[in-house]
């Protein structure tokens, strides 16, 4: 099982990275500043670390650096610059790949994911780009879907809601966490943005949009896709 190190100083963003990478199994640590990160990349063994660039003690270049003196796992840097200096510097500094915030989670996942396979670390689960449910399908590398009916043209957010969903299958989510996770933790929209794209869906998937029977509702909760 990939084992994955997420550093950054602002606490939610960590607990929701930690979550989300946990349910499509990975083994996720977590750390909140610089001289943590080296800390603990000196002391285990990971196949990958997320790290942000903005940190106290120490920031994330100079801990990205630090990693690098005695070890060559692939390292991520998150920022919330998008300035191409910025990403010049973190390569120099040993950076494997850079995302600029606000990010998409499913985002971190597709990077993670490739990330791996290139550094050769694989995991069925993690490293299949194809993802089945009942009559249901998609590839997350060609970004296709189709149900029994044939190929289904979505939206780029159609897309991403449907991979949430169908990766975790039976899984609730509210309103406020599809909004974190499909289109990002800094996201101010309304929640009925994502009722609009669960209607949408349901249209263009399901036979019977009125009585759907995989996009699921659970009444007071959220949303969820019935597990095959």
């Known amino acids: ?61 100079q801990a990205c650096m630090q990693i690098r003196e005695f070890s060559s796992v692939p390292i991520i840097m998150l920022t919330a610059r998008n300035e191409d200096t910025d990403k010049l510097l973190g390569f120099e500094y040993g950076a494997d790949d850079y995302i600029t915030k606000p990010f998409n989670v499913l985002e971190v996942k597709a990077r993670i994911r490739a990330l791996l396979r290139r550094s050769g670390t694989r995991e069925r689960r993690v490293s299949d780009n194809r993802v089945m449910q009942g009559d249901w399908g998609i590839d997350t590398e060609s970004r296709a879907a189709w149900n029994n009916a044939g190929h289904v043209e979505l939206t780029a957010k159609e897309f991403d809601l449907l991979e949430l969903l169908m990766r975790n299958p039976a899984k609730v989510y509210s309103r406020e966490q599809l909004l974190n996770l499909v289109w990002g933790y800094e996201y101010t929209g309304d929640y009925r943005t994502v009722d609009v794209h669960i209607r949408r869906l349901r249209e263009k998937m399901e036979s019977d949009p009125a009585n759907p029977q995989n996009i699921l509702t659970k009444w007071g909760v959220g949303y969820y896709f019935k597990r095959s």
């Open 1 to 61: 099982m990939p084992k994955i190190l997420v550093v950054d100083d602002e606490k939610v963003m960590v607990k929701g990275l930690k979550f989300n990478l946990e349910n499509d199994g990975y083994e996720v640590d977590a750390g909140y500043n610089g001289k943590q990160a080296v800390e603990m990349a000196r002391d285990t063994s990971y196949d990958l670390i997320l790290l942000d660039l903005m940190m106290p003690e120490i920031d994330g270049l």
